[in-house]
């Protein structure tokens, strides 16, 4: 494997829906498109593995690379066009019937916009690619699916949301976390090589005697040596990214400790005491400009207007201010990737026109 494949490997295990992940790994995947090939496999490999509530994070990054790559030229539609139907298949099967309509619009705008030219894009997951009718079945999720998939679907979306970017040690800590788990991946992997490919009986000088079948045992062994360096170097990198986590870990202590020590029980204590205090001054100083008000009114004095609010420029409001519409935070997919949203470069159907 390549280490532009390793890089990617790592960059998709925190892959998420958010907007700015999405686009961020596309403009990277489009940067490598001479590469395309290799990443598709490598894309396809990971969303096999993927848990089910990441699935649809990997298709909207597919979708956004294809329709943003056209302009560079076909190099990931031809990587992605033999690889997608049945992806397509397993995203809608990861989830439920909500999550098999995301799948079908992204196909509706593949087919619109025309991404992999004459494919029968909408017929996908119909297993009409050739996959057989085994995949129709599994495009839609049974009534007796498995209880993890269940419990993703209920889950809010919003679980999905980016991590907000992390500086420093943080981010030191959480790149070193991400090497970690690809690096204990990558050692299951050799580990799994190992036991299927190195025979006890193979590194027998025997066997040269025995054999019926010189190359096939060549084979065998080549095969085994293979694994067992493939094991050498998942141990070895396992080992430094161990060391290196070890380290950033117990910094990340001393910190803690260090923080801890900052927040000391008597200034919180200190601090209840001027809250409670400011509190009660509060109250009472607005029963008293309530009495104020009341005796001014009563006496038939103007009340006084609030003084007005000043911009930080002191320039005073006035009544032609432009007032910014109120956000609606209770609204959903407000921070999450619209596969609709990535640009058109030419004109299909009438379609709007991308002019940069």
Request: with cysteine; net charge negative.
């Amino acid at each position: 494997m390549t280490d532009t494949c390793r890089a990617f490997k790592t960059k998709l295990a925190s892959l998420n829906i958010s907007v700015q992940s999405i686009e961020t790994l596309s403009h990277w995947c489009i940067f490598h498109r001479k590469s395309a090939r290799a990443l598709a496999l490598v894309w396809s490999e990971e969303l096999a593995r993927a848990p089910p509530k990441q699935k649809l994070a990997y298709l909207y990054l597919a979708s956004d690379i294809v329709q943003n790559a056209r302009k560079k030229g076909t190099d990931w539609a031809d990587a992605m066009v033999d690889l997608a139907p049945a992806a397509c298949r397993d995203v809608a099967a990861s989830g439920d019937d909500k999550n098999v309509e995301r799948v079908r619009k992204v196909l509706r705008i593949w087919d619109e916009r025309k991404v992999f030219g004459s494919a029968p894009v909408t017929t996908w997951l119909d297993g009409t690619d050739g996959a057989g009718s085994a995949a129709v079945a599994s495009a839609k999720p049974s009534g007796r699916a498995p209880a993890e998939t269940s419990v993703v679907a209920k889950k809010n979306k919003r679980d999905l949301v980016e991590v907000p970017a992390l500086s420093g040690e943080n981010a030191a800590l959480a790149k070193l976390l991400v090497k970690m788990e690809t690096a204990e991946r990558e050692f299951n992997e050799a580990t799994e090589r190992f036991a299927a490919d190195v025979k006890e009986d193979l590194l027998d000088e025997k066997v040269l005697d025995e054999t019926s079948d010189p190359p096939g045992l060549l084979r065998a062994l080549q095969s085994a040596e293979s694994a067992i360096a493939a094991k050498r170097n998942a141990i070895e990198t396992t080992s430094e990214t161990l060391d290196g986590l070890e380290k950033k870990l117990r910094s990340a202590l001393e910190r803690v400790d260090a923080l801890r020590q900052k927040q000391d029980q008597s200034v919180m204590s200190e601090l209840t005491q001027m809250a409670v205090k400011c509190a009660t001054l509060r109250m009472k100083a607005s029963k008293k400009a309530a009495a104020f008000v009341a005796m001014q009114a009563a006496s038939g004095a103007p009340v006084a207007p609030p003084p007005a609010v000043e911009k930080e420029n002191n320039v005073a409001n006035d009544d032609d201010t432009y007032l910014p519409e109120p956000v609606d935070f209770d609204a959903e997919d407000d921070d999450q990737y619209d596969p609709t949203d990535a640009p058109e470069e030419f004109d299909f159907g009438g379609k709007r026109q991308r002019t940069d």
